[in-house]
């Protein structure tokens, strides 16, 4: 079993930041890359940014430059800074991990994701 512990979501005003945390726990074997994706009212889940293991970061266009993701591996925590928000990056953020975990008897691997955060850009 995979458990996620989201925090850092709130409201901030618009040219603000906000650092989100996620951390993953459970029996996990390995972490192949860590995450977040967001997801607005009315509209489709989209990526913010993903951080592979040993991989290239990659960003959505819409917050290069102003948001920034980390992890920290040896707690099995991924972060993402958020500077100079706008009001369109209001939204619920979502955790995920590609990982593989031992569940059943036998180590699978599979997408996770957290329960979400939320994140309000407003004066």
């Known amino acids: 079993q995979v458990q996620f512990v989201e925090s850092g979501g709130g409201l901030v005003q618009p040219g603000g930041s906000l650092r989100l945390s996620c951390a993953a726990s459970?029996?996990?074997?390995?972490?192949?890359?860590m995450g977040w994706y967001r997801q607005a009212p009315g509209k489709q889940r989209e990526l913010v940014a993903t951080?592979?293991?040993?991989?290239?970061?990659n960003y959505a266009d819409s917050v290069k430059g102003r948001f920034t993701i980390s992890r920290d591996n040896a707690k099995n925590t991924v972060y993402l800074q958020m500077n100079s928000v706008k009001p369109e990056d209001t939204a619920v953020y979502y955790c995920?991990?590609?990982?593989?975990?031992?569940?059943?008897?036998?180590?699978?691997?599979?997408?996770?994701w957290g329960r979400g955060t939320q994140v309000t850009v407003s004066s």
């Open positions: 951080m592979p293991s040993g991989g290239i970061t």
């Open positions: 459970g029996s996990i074997l390995s972490i192949y890359a």
């Open positions: 995920n991990a590609d990982l593989r975990s031992y569940s059943g008897g036998s180590y699978n691997r599979r997408q996770y």
